[in-house]
Protein backbone atom coordinates (compact mmCIF):
# COMPACT_ATOMS: atom_id res chain seq x y z
CA UNK A 1 0.00 0.00 0.00
CA UNK A 2 2.53 2.75 0.88
CA UNK A 3 6.33 2.44 1.01
CA UNK A 4 8.08 2.29 -1.86
CA UNK A 5 11.62 2.90 -2.12
CA UNK A 6 13.30 6.30 -3.38
CA UNK A 7 15.75 6.48 -1.01
CA UNK A 8 16.98 10.20 -1.38
CA UNK A 9 19.34 11.95 0.95
CA UNK A 10 17.99 14.80 3.31
CA UNK A 11 21.31 16.97 2.45
CA UNK A 12 20.98 16.26 -1.34
CA UNK A 13 17.61 17.82 -1.50
CA UNK A 14 17.95 20.45 0.91
CA UNK A 15 21.24 21.46 -1.59
CA UNK A 16 18.66 21.96 -4.07
CA UNK A 17 17.07 25.47 -5.01
CA UNK A 18 13.29 26.04 -3.47
CA UNK A 19 10.63 27.28 -4.81
CA UNK A 20 8.47 28.41 -1.76
CA UNK A 21 9.47 28.53 1.63
CA UNK A 22 9.66 30.96 4.69
CA UNK A 23 9.43 34.28 3.48
CA UNK A 24 7.98 37.32 5.35
CA UNK A 25 4.27 37.41 5.90
CA UNK A 26 1.76 39.83 4.88
CA UNK A 27 -1.16 40.18 7.49
CA UNK A 28 -3.54 37.46 8.42
CA UNK A 29 -6.79 39.39 6.18
CA UNK A 30 -4.39 39.20 2.98
CA UNK A 31 -3.54 35.66 3.27
CA UNK A 32 -6.88 34.97 4.22
CA UNK A 33 -8.18 36.18 0.84
CA UNK A 34 -5.18 34.97 -1.36
CA UNK A 35 -6.30 31.88 0.11
CA UNK A 36 -9.84 32.07 -0.70
CA UNK A 37 -8.36 33.18 -4.50
CA UNK A 38 -6.30 29.69 -4.82
CA UNK A 39 -9.04 27.62 -3.72
CA UNK A 40 -11.56 29.57 -6.35
CA UNK A 41 -8.59 28.97 -8.97
CA UNK A 42 -9.20 25.24 -8.47
CA UNK A 43 -12.71 25.16 -8.29
CA UNK A 44 -13.00 26.77 -11.71
CA UNK A 45 -10.99 23.84 -13.17
CA UNK A 46 -12.64 21.42 -11.29
CA UNK A 47 -16.02 23.43 -13.03
CA UNK A 48 -14.69 23.86 -15.88
CA UNK A 49 -13.34 20.04 -17.07
CA UNK A 50 -15.21 17.81 -14.36
CA UNK A 51 -18.41 19.40 -13.31
CA UNK A 52 -20.64 16.74 -11.90
CA UNK A 53 -17.64 14.16 -11.86
CA UNK A 54 -15.93 13.10 -9.23
CA UNK A 55 -12.73 14.36 -9.25
CA UNK A 56 -10.36 16.62 -11.95
CA UNK A 57 -7.41 15.85 -13.44
CA UNK A 58 -6.17 19.40 -14.39
CA UNK A 59 -3.09 19.31 -16.54
CA UNK A 60 -5.24 17.04 -18.58
CA UNK A 61 -8.63 18.75 -18.36
CA UNK A 62 -10.10 14.89 -17.83
CA UNK A 63 -12.21 13.91 -14.94
CA UNK A 64 -13.14 10.37 -13.10
CA UNK A 65 -15.62 8.80 -10.71
CA UNK A 66 -13.86 7.93 -7.21
CA UNK A 67 -15.85 5.30 -5.84
CA UNK A 68 -17.96 3.73 -8.73
CA UNK A 69 -16.12 2.97 -11.86
CA UNK A 70 -19.01 4.47 -14.70
CA UNK A 71 -20.61 6.52 -12.07
CA UNK A 72 -19.78 9.66 -10.35
CA UNK A 73 -21.63 11.05 -7.21
CA UNK A 74 -20.56 14.43 -7.89
CA UNK A 75 -18.14 13.71 -5.16
CA UNK A 76 -15.84 17.17 -5.20
CA UNK A 77 -19.04 19.16 -5.07
CA UNK A 78 -20.17 17.33 -1.68
CA UNK A 79 -16.36 17.71 -0.08
CA UNK A 80 -16.67 21.36 -0.93
CA UNK A 81 -20.06 22.83 0.51
CA UNK A 82 -19.13 23.90 3.48
CA UNK A 83 -15.66 25.30 2.38
CA UNK A 84 -18.35 27.37 -0.05
CA UNK A 85 -20.02 27.84 2.59
CA UNK A 86 -17.59 29.45 5.11
CA UNK A 87 -15.93 31.64 1.87
CA UNK A 88 -18.87 33.36 1.40
CA UNK A 89 -19.02 31.65 -1.90
CA UNK A 90 -22.68 31.68 -2.17
CA UNK A 91 -23.40 31.70 -5.92
CA UNK A 92 -20.79 28.52 -6.36
CA UNK A 93 -22.89 26.93 -3.30
CA UNK A 94 -25.91 27.68 -4.90
CA UNK A 95 -25.15 26.10 -7.97
CA UNK A 96 -23.79 23.05 -5.81
CA UNK A 97 -27.24 22.78 -4.36
CA UNK A 98 -29.08 22.68 -7.65
CA UNK A 99 -26.74 20.21 -8.88
CA UNK A 100 -27.11 18.11 -6.29
CA UNK A 101 -31.04 18.41 -5.94
CA UNK A 102 -31.05 17.04 -9.76
CA UNK A 103 -28.57 14.42 -8.91
CA UNK A 104 -27.84 12.93 -5.33
CA UNK A 105 -28.80 9.24 -5.22
CA UNK A 106 -27.19 6.42 -3.70
CA UNK A 107 -29.57 3.40 -5.18
CA UNK A 108 -26.36 2.48 -7.24
CA UNK A 109 -25.24 -1.03 -8.14
CA UNK A 110 -21.66 -0.83 -7.01
CA UNK A 111 -18.93 -1.90 -4.02
CA UNK A 112 -18.74 1.53 -2.69
CA UNK A 113 -16.06 1.73 0.11
CA UNK A 114 -17.82 2.52 3.16
CA UNK A 115 -15.42 4.11 5.19
CA UNK A 116 -14.57 6.97 2.70
CA UNK A 117 -18.32 6.98 1.70
CA UNK A 118 -18.53 7.93 5.71
CA UNK A 119 -16.13 10.31 5.73
CA UNK A 120 -16.58 12.11 2.43
CA UNK A 121 -20.33 12.18 1.34
CA UNK A 122 -21.89 11.21 4.78
CA UNK A 123 -20.58 14.25 6.55
CA UNK A 124 -20.70 16.60 3.34
CA UNK A 125 -23.87 15.91 3.03
CA UNK A 126 -24.04 16.59 6.83
CA UNK A 127 -22.13 19.86 6.96
CA UNK A 128 -23.94 20.78 3.43
CA UNK A 129 -27.17 20.70 5.78
CA UNK A 130 -25.70 22.47 8.51
CA UNK A 131 -24.57 25.18 5.43
CA UNK A 132 -27.65 25.38 3.61
CA UNK A 133 -30.27 23.92 6.15
CA UNK A 134 -31.48 21.97 3.26
CA UNK A 135 -33.67 19.03 4.41
CA UNK A 136 -32.95 16.90 1.39
CA UNK A 137 -29.07 16.78 2.30
CA UNK A 138 -29.98 15.39 5.43
CA UNK A 139 -31.87 13.12 3.86
CA UNK A 140 -29.14 11.98 1.44
CA UNK A 141 -27.05 11.52 4.16
CA UNK A 142 -29.13 9.09 6.03
CA UNK A 143 -30.16 7.27 2.53
CA UNK A 144 -26.51 6.62 2.27
CA UNK A 145 -25.41 5.80 5.67
CA UNK A 146 -29.20 2.80 5.86
CA UNK A 147 -27.51 1.78 2.84
CA UNK A 148 -23.74 1.19 4.56
CA UNK A 149 -24.81 0.12 7.30
CA UNK A 150 -25.23 -3.59 6.25
CA UNK A 151 -21.55 -3.33 6.70
CA UNK A 152 -21.86 -3.59 11.18
CA UNK A 153 -25.23 -5.13 10.97
CA UNK A 154 -24.30 -8.17 8.75
CA UNK A 155 -20.80 -8.84 10.35
CA UNK A 156 -20.71 -11.42 12.92
CA UNK A 157 -18.43 -8.99 15.45
CA UNK A 158 -19.63 -5.70 14.37
CA UNK A 159 -16.54 -4.51 13.44
CA UNK A 160 -17.73 -3.74 9.53
CA UNK A 161 -17.21 -5.07 6.42
CA UNK A 162 -14.93 -2.64 4.31
CA UNK A 163 -17.43 -2.51 0.76
CA UNK A 164 -21.35 -2.31 0.75
CA UNK A 165 -23.15 -2.69 -2.49
CA UNK A 166 -25.32 0.20 -2.31
CA UNK A 167 -28.20 -1.42 -4.46
CA UNK A 168 -28.03 -5.25 -3.40
CA UNK A 169 -26.66 -4.42 -0.06
CA UNK A 170 -24.17 -7.55 0.03
CA UNK A 171 -21.21 -7.15 1.88
CA UNK A 172 -17.30 -7.44 0.83
CA UNK A 173 -13.97 -7.37 2.62
CA UNK A 174 -13.75 -9.43 5.93
CA UNK A 175 -9.90 -7.74 6.45
CA UNK A 176 -9.88 -4.50 7.49
CA UNK A 177 -7.96 -1.81 9.63
CA UNK A 178 -8.58 0.43 12.57
CA UNK A 179 -8.90 3.19 10.89
CA UNK A 180 -11.49 1.90 8.35
CA UNK A 181 -13.13 0.24 11.31
CA UNK A 182 -13.50 3.42 13.77
CA UNK A 183 -13.97 6.30 11.95
CA UNK A 184 -17.78 6.72 11.63
CA UNK A 185 -18.75 7.86 15.62
CA UNK A 186 -18.73 11.89 13.94
CA UNK A 187 -21.37 11.20 11.53
CA UNK A 188 -23.10 8.32 13.01
CA UNK A 189 -23.59 9.77 15.96
CA UNK A 190 -24.39 12.69 14.94
CA UNK A 191 -27.25 11.09 12.35
CA UNK A 192 -28.52 9.36 15.14
CA UNK A 193 -28.95 13.02 17.12
CA UNK A 194 -30.57 14.59 13.74
CA UNK A 195 -32.98 11.77 13.16
CA UNK A 196 -33.76 10.13 16.37
CA UNK A 197 -32.76 6.93 15.47
CA UNK A 198 -29.99 5.52 17.57
CA UNK A 199 -29.02 2.54 15.01
CA UNK A 200 -25.99 4.49 13.78
CA UNK A 201 -24.67 5.08 17.01
CA UNK A 202 -24.82 1.64 18.25
CA UNK A 203 -23.15 0.24 15.22
CA UNK A 204 -20.58 2.79 15.66
CA UNK A 205 -20.04 1.79 19.68
CA UNK A 206 -20.24 -2.00 18.78
CA UNK A 207 -17.69 -1.51 15.89
CA UNK A 208 -14.82 -0.05 18.70
CA UNK A 209 -15.93 -2.89 21.71
CA UNK A 210 -15.57 -5.30 18.64
CA UNK A 211 -11.23 -4.32 18.32
CA UNK A 212 -11.22 -2.80 21.45
CA UNK A 213 -11.58 -5.80 23.57
CA UNK A 214 -8.75 -7.62 21.55
CA UNK A 215 -5.96 -5.30 23.06
CA UNK A 216 -3.00 -6.60 24.28
CA UNK A 217 -2.27 -6.36 27.89
CA UNK A 218 -0.23 -3.79 27.27
CA UNK A 219 -3.14 -1.40 26.18
CA UNK A 220 -2.31 -1.98 22.93
CA UNK A 221 -3.38 -2.32 19.60
CA UNK A 222 -3.06 -4.06 16.10
CA UNK A 223 -3.68 -2.79 13.10
CA UNK A 224 -5.26 -4.71 10.28
CA UNK A 225 -8.37 -6.67 11.94
CA UNK A 226 -10.04 -9.58 10.74
CA UNK A 227 -13.67 -8.70 10.91
CA UNK A 228 -15.34 -12.00 10.92
CA UNK A 229 -13.08 -13.58 13.30
CA UNK A 230 -12.47 -10.87 15.68
CA UNK A 231 -8.84 -11.03 15.62
CA UNK A 232 -5.88 -8.77 14.13
CA UNK A 233 -4.07 -10.01 11.22
CA UNK A 234 -0.10 -9.46 12.08
CA UNK A 235 0.98 -8.17 15.23
CA UNK A 236 2.56 -4.71 14.28
CA UNK A 237 0.84 -1.58 15.52
CA UNK A 238 1.71 1.48 12.98
CA UNK A 239 -0.39 3.89 15.53
CA UNK A 240 -0.97 7.19 14.62
CA UNK A 241 0.27 6.11 11.32
CA UNK A 242 -2.67 5.05 8.72
CA UNK A 243 -4.12 2.72 8.64
CA UNK A 244 -5.21 3.35 11.88
CA UNK A 245 -4.68 7.24 12.28
CA UNK A 246 -8.60 8.35 12.52
CA UNK A 247 -9.11 5.12 14.73
CA UNK A 248 -8.35 7.55 17.09
CA UNK A 249 -9.32 10.57 15.84
CA UNK A 250 -12.88 9.33 16.46
CA UNK A 251 -12.65 8.49 20.09
CA UNK A 252 -11.74 11.94 21.04
CA UNK A 253 -14.40 13.34 18.72
CA UNK A 254 -16.92 11.08 20.11
CA UNK A 255 -16.09 12.35 23.66
CA UNK A 256 -15.25 16.04 22.46
CA UNK A 257 -18.26 16.11 20.20
CA UNK A 258 -20.74 13.87 21.01
CA UNK A 259 -19.91 13.63 25.27
CA UNK A 260 -19.81 10.00 24.94
CA UNK A 261 -17.91 8.95 28.48
CA UNK A 262 -16.77 5.37 27.08
CA UNK A 263 -14.89 7.20 23.89
CA UNK A 264 -13.17 9.18 25.98
CA UNK A 265 -12.21 6.08 28.35
CA UNK A 266 -11.34 4.58 25.44
CA UNK A 267 -9.58 7.27 24.00
CA UNK A 268 -7.22 8.28 27.19
CA UNK A 269 -6.25 3.80 27.93
CA UNK A 270 -4.89 3.63 24.30
CA UNK A 271 -3.12 7.43 24.29
CA UNK A 272 -1.53 6.16 27.46
CA UNK A 273 -0.26 3.26 25.94
CA UNK A 274 1.02 4.44 22.42
CA UNK A 275 2.87 7.72 24.63
CA UNK A 276 4.29 5.10 26.80
CA UNK A 277 5.74 2.10 24.57
CA UNK A 278 5.99 4.33 21.10
CA UNK A 279 7.45 8.17 21.52
CA UNK A 280 11.00 7.92 20.32
CA UNK A 281 13.71 10.45 20.10
CA UNK A 282 15.67 11.05 17.07
CA UNK A 283 18.24 13.80 16.66
CA UNK A 284 15.95 16.54 18.54
CA UNK A 285 13.09 15.14 16.65
CA UNK A 286 9.76 13.33 18.89
CA UNK A 287 8.32 10.38 16.19
CA UNK A 288 6.19 7.22 16.84
CA UNK A 289 8.02 3.80 16.41
CA UNK A 290 6.27 0.47 15.37
CA UNK A 291 5.89 -1.81 17.88
CA UNK A 292 4.44 -5.48 18.36
CA UNK A 293 1.45 -4.62 20.31
CA UNK A 294 1.81 -7.75 22.52
CA UNK A 295 5.01 -6.83 23.64
CA UNK A 296 5.41 -3.24 22.85
CA UNK A 297 8.81 -4.24 21.22
CA UNK A 298 10.31 -2.13 18.40
CA UNK A 299 8.73 -3.98 15.15
CA UNK A 300 7.85 -3.01 11.84
CA UNK A 301 10.28 -0.44 10.00
CA UNK A 302 11.44 3.02 10.56
CA UNK A 303 9.20 4.55 8.05
CA UNK A 304 6.19 7.23 8.69
CA UNK A 305 3.69 8.58 6.28
CA UNK A 306 2.78 12.12 6.09
CA UNK A 307 -0.74 11.21 7.25
CA UNK A 308 0.51 10.83 10.43
CA UNK A 309 0.74 14.54 10.99
CA UNK A 310 -2.37 15.08 12.00
CA UNK A 311 -1.54 13.63 15.13
CA UNK A 312 -0.20 16.81 16.26
CA UNK A 313 -3.54 18.33 16.71
CA UNK A 314 -5.16 15.31 18.28
CA UNK A 315 -2.89 14.11 20.98
CA UNK A 316 -2.49 18.14 21.76
CA UNK A 317 -6.46 18.61 21.65
CA UNK A 318 -6.80 15.08 23.89
CA UNK A 319 -4.85 16.89 26.99
CA UNK A 320 -1.07 16.06 25.64
CA UNK A 321 0.00 19.36 24.33
CA UNK A 322 3.85 19.12 24.57
CA UNK A 323 3.67 15.65 22.69
CA UNK A 324 1.59 16.86 19.98
CA UNK A 325 3.51 20.59 19.75
CA UNK A 326 6.88 18.45 19.61
CA UNK A 327 5.55 16.14 16.71
CA UNK A 328 4.57 18.92 14.75
CA UNK A 329 7.97 20.64 15.08
CA UNK A 330 9.68 17.27 13.95
CA UNK A 331 7.36 17.65 10.61
CA UNK A 332 7.71 21.43 10.21
CA UNK A 333 11.85 20.65 9.77
CA UNK A 334 10.73 17.47 7.15
CA UNK A 335 9.02 20.81 5.45
CA UNK A 336 12.34 23.01 6.19
CA UNK A 337 14.13 20.39 4.59
CA UNK A 338 12.04 19.32 1.79
CA UNK A 339 9.54 22.82 0.88
CA UNK A 340 6.54 20.34 0.88
CA UNK A 341 6.26 17.17 2.58
CA UNK A 342 6.62 13.58 1.06
CA UNK A 343 4.38 11.06 1.51
CA UNK A 344 6.73 8.82 3.16
CA UNK A 345 10.28 9.31 4.91
CA UNK A 346 13.26 7.38 7.47
CA UNK A 347 12.71 8.92 10.37
CA UNK A 348 16.19 7.92 11.09
CA UNK A 349 17.80 10.07 8.78
CA UNK A 350 14.89 12.10 7.44
CA UNK A 351 15.42 10.42 4.09
CA UNK A 352 12.84 9.81 1.23
CA UNK A 353 11.07 6.59 1.09
CA UNK A 354 8.15 7.56 -1.39
CA UNK A 355 8.68 11.42 -3.42
CA UNK A 356 5.08 12.22 -4.31
CA UNK A 357 2.98 14.72 -2.64
CA UNK A 358 -0.53 13.47 -2.88
CA UNK A 359 -1.75 17.04 -1.49
CA UNK A 360 -2.28 16.07 1.50
CA UNK A 361 -3.52 17.93 4.30
CA UNK A 362 -2.58 16.85 7.67
CA UNK A 363 -0.29 19.28 8.48
CA UNK A 364 -1.91 22.32 7.62
CA UNK A 365 -4.26 20.47 9.53
CA UNK A 366 -2.44 20.31 12.67
CA UNK A 367 -1.40 23.98 12.23
CA UNK A 368 -4.66 24.82 12.04
CA UNK A 369 -6.43 23.36 15.37
CA UNK A 370 -2.81 24.11 17.24
CA UNK A 371 -3.17 27.77 15.94
CA UNK A 372 -6.47 27.76 18.16
CA UNK A 373 -5.56 25.48 20.68
CA UNK A 374 -2.61 27.76 22.03
CA UNK A 375 -2.69 31.04 20.02
CA UNK A 376 1.22 30.83 19.42
CA UNK A 377 1.65 32.92 15.91
CA UNK A 378 4.62 29.40 15.16
CA UNK A 379 1.66 27.64 13.80
CA UNK A 380 0.07 30.80 11.57
CA UNK A 381 4.11 30.94 10.12
CA UNK A 382 4.41 27.36 9.24
CA UNK A 383 1.11 27.13 7.84
CA UNK A 384 1.49 30.91 5.78
CA UNK A 385 5.18 28.69 4.71
CA UNK A 386 2.96 25.66 3.74
CA UNK A 387 0.43 27.42 1.62
CA UNK A 388 3.32 29.43 -0.23
CA UNK A 389 5.04 26.26 -1.28
CA UNK A 390 1.77 24.56 -2.38
CA UNK A 391 1.06 27.40 -3.96
CA UNK A 392 4.82 27.74 -5.97
CA UNK A 393 4.96 24.08 -6.87
CA UNK A 394 1.47 22.66 -7.20
CA UNK A 395 -0.56 25.27 -9.13
CA UNK A 396 -1.00 24.83 -12.52
CA UNK A 397 -2.89 27.28 -15.44
CA UNK A 398 -6.27 25.32 -14.83
CA UNK A 399 -6.50 23.96 -10.53
CA UNK A 400 -4.22 22.90 -8.66
CA UNK A 401 -2.53 18.88 -9.24
CA UNK A 402 -0.31 16.39 -6.79
CA UNK A 403 2.85 16.11 -7.41
CA UNK A 404 5.29 12.97 -8.96
CA UNK A 405 8.31 14.04 -7.22
CA UNK A 406 9.44 17.02 -4.14
CA UNK A 407 13.10 16.72 -5.13
CA UNK A 408 13.36 17.86 -8.96
CA UNK A 409 13.33 21.25 -9.68
CA UNK A 410 10.84 22.40 -10.83
CA UNK A 411 8.80 20.00 -8.84
CA UNK A 412 7.24 17.36 -11.07
CA UNK A 413 3.73 17.53 -11.83
CA UNK A 414 1.18 14.67 -11.40
CA UNK A 415 -2.28 15.14 -13.10
CA UNK A 416 -5.08 15.04 -9.96
CA UNK A 417 -7.09 17.10 -7.66
CA UNK A 418 -8.03 15.09 -4.60
CA UNK A 419 -11.48 15.78 -3.86
CA UNK A 420 -10.47 15.63 -0.07
CA UNK A 421 -8.63 19.13 -1.21
CA UNK A 422 -11.21 21.14 -1.76
CA UNK A 423 -12.57 20.01 1.82
CA UNK A 424 -9.24 20.29 3.76
CA UNK A 425 -5.60 22.02 3.03
CA UNK A 426 -7.82 25.15 1.39
CA UNK A 427 -10.34 25.45 4.15
CA UNK A 428 -7.56 25.12 7.03
CA UNK A 429 -5.89 27.74 5.77
CA UNK A 430 -8.60 30.10 5.25
CA UNK A 431 -9.92 29.53 8.79
CA UNK A 432 -6.99 30.13 10.21
CA UNK A 433 -6.23 33.43 8.99
CA UNK A 434 -9.40 34.87 7.35
CA UNK A 435 -11.55 33.85 10.62
CA UNK A 436 -14.64 34.09 8.94
CA UNK A 437 -17.52 35.18 10.58
CA UNK A 438 -19.53 32.16 9.22
CA UNK A 439 -17.01 29.96 11.73
CA UNK A 440 -16.70 29.62 15.97
CA UNK A 441 -13.44 29.44 16.45
CA UNK A 442 -14.05 28.86 20.17
CA UNK A 443 -16.62 25.98 19.56
CA UNK A 444 -16.28 23.64 16.48
CA UNK A 445 -15.53 19.93 15.62
CA UNK A 446 -14.55 18.62 12.35
CA UNK A 447 -14.69 15.10 10.68
CA UNK A 448 -11.37 13.65 9.63
CA UNK A 449 -12.00 14.77 6.14
CA UNK A 450 -12.39 18.90 7.19
CA UNK A 451 -15.80 18.74 7.33
CA UNK A 452 -17.48 21.23 9.82
CA UNK A 453 -19.84 19.71 12.18
CA UNK A 454 -19.77 21.82 14.58
CA UNK A 455 -18.91 25.30 14.71
CA UNK A 456 -21.01 27.10 11.49
CA UNK A 457 -23.02 30.17 12.12
CA UNK A 458 -25.09 32.18 9.85
C1 LIG B 1 -8.34 12.28 3.92
O1 LIG B 1 -9.20 11.53 3.13
C2 LIG B 1 -8.73 12.17 5.34
O2 LIG B 1 -8.08 13.19 6.03
C3 LIG B 1 -8.41 10.81 5.92
O3 LIG B 1 -8.61 10.71 7.30
C4 LIG B 1 -6.98 10.41 5.66
N1 LIG B 1 -6.32 11.38 4.88
C5 LIG B 1 -6.93 11.77 3.68
C6 LIG B 1 -6.13 12.80 2.94
O4 LIG B 1 -4.78 12.61 3.07
Known amino acids: MRRRNFLLSAASVAALPVLGGAQDMPDAKTIGAQVRDEFLHAWN ?6 WGSDEVHPVSGTATDFFVKGHSFGLSIIEALDTLYVMELDDELASCVKWLQAHLDFDIDGNVQMFEAVIRMVAGLIAGYYATGERFMLDGARDLADRLLVCFTKSPTGAPYRYANLHTGAVSDPKSNLAEIGSNILEFGDLSRLTGDSKYMQASMRAYQAVIDKRSHLDLLGTNFDIERGMFLDPVDVAPDE ?25 RTLTDALLKYKVTHVSGNLWFREVDYRTGAPAGDTQITELSSFYAELVAKGGDRAVGEAFYDSWTNVLDTYTLIPEVIDYQTLAIVDPAYGMRPEYPNSAFDLWFLTGDPKYRATAYQYFTALRANCRVPNGYTVLKDVRTRPMTLGDHFPAYSFSENFKYLYLMFAEPSRFDSAHYYLNTEGKVLRGLRD
Open 243 to 267: PADSFYEYLWGGWQMLGVEQSRAWY
Open 45 to 50: GYKQFA
